[in-house]
Structure formats: structure tokens, C-alpha cells
């Protein structure tokens, strides 16, 4: 089956550093195109990071330009995201996805809570 399982979400204080991870299962990264969203209460899901599966393509929303940096482990089938100097309004629910226009494929994770305070 395919999978996407989210880790590395928690606590942490304003100006700190977080590292989620995406592993991925049922499916290889080639032809995909792995990105990271957020949805803060009351809020709509928002893109934070893509990156296509040769890493040949990177985009952050303005947002977290310069702060985050998204990166896949293909020997792990695995979609990280690096988060530095986190503000508050970084505080959502963080879900990994695949997306694939050629397999016509749309692939989410359950979600993992990043809450960035004092």
C-alpha cells in the first residue's frame, strides 16, 4: 500500500529549529514531486516547500523562504524538512505529499503538529 507517515513535530521555542521527516512507502520518489503543507487552526492548507524527485527543482512559500529547506534521502525514500528560526505563525499541522502528474497520483500524509512558543 502506499504511505506517507510524518515525524519530528513538537514544541519548540521561538528561534529554534525543528527537522520533520516524510517516509514514504508503497512507491519510489521518481516521477514525483514531494512537497510539504501546513494548516493552522481556522486557516486553509498552505504549500511550505516542494521539490521534484531529481532535486533539480526547489520552491518555499515566501513565508519560510530562508528558513526552511526541503530535501529528500532517496536510499530511504524519505522527504525531510528542515525548519530554522521558527516564529509562532509556523505553528500547524505540517503534512507531507506526492504528487505525480504522469501517474495521475495524489498521495498525503496523516499530519504531524509543529507548535512553536514561548
Known amino acids: 500500500?502506499?504511505?506517507?507517515?510524518?515525524?519530528?513535530g513538537g514544541l519548540v521555542q521561538p528561534g529554534g529549529s525543528l527537522r520533520l521527516s516524510c517516509a514514504a512507502s508503497g512507491?519510489?520518489?521518481s516521477g514525483y514531486a514531494m512537497s510539504w503543507y501546513r494548516q493552522a487552526p481556522?486557516?486553509?492548507?498552505e504549500l511550505?516547500?516542494?521539490?521534484t524527485s531529481t532535486g533539480t527543482y526547489r520552491n518555499y512559500a515566501d513565508s519560510v523562504k530562508g528558513r526552511f529547506s526541503i530535501s529528500t534521502d532517496n536510499a530511504k525514500n524519505t522527504v525531510s524538512l528542515q525548519m530554522n528560526s521558527l516564529e509562532s505563525e509556523d505553528?500547524?499541522?505540517y503534512y507531507c505529499n506526492a504528487?505525480?502528474?504522469y501517474f495521475r497520483?495524489?498521495?498525503?500524509?496523516?499530519?504531524?503538529?509543529?507548535?512553536?512558543?514561548?
Open 27 to 29: 512507491f519510489t520518489f
Open 48 to 51: 511550505v516547500a516542494t521539490i
Open 99 to 101: 504528487r505525480s502528474g
Open 1 to 8: 500500500q502506499v504511505q506517507l507517515v510524518e515525524s519530528g
Open 105 to 118: 497520483s495524489d498521495y498525503w500524509g496523516q499530519g504531524t503538529q509543529v507548535t512553536v512558543s514561548s
Open 91 to 93: 505553528t500547524a499541522v
Open 42 to 45: 481556522g486557516k486553509e492548507r
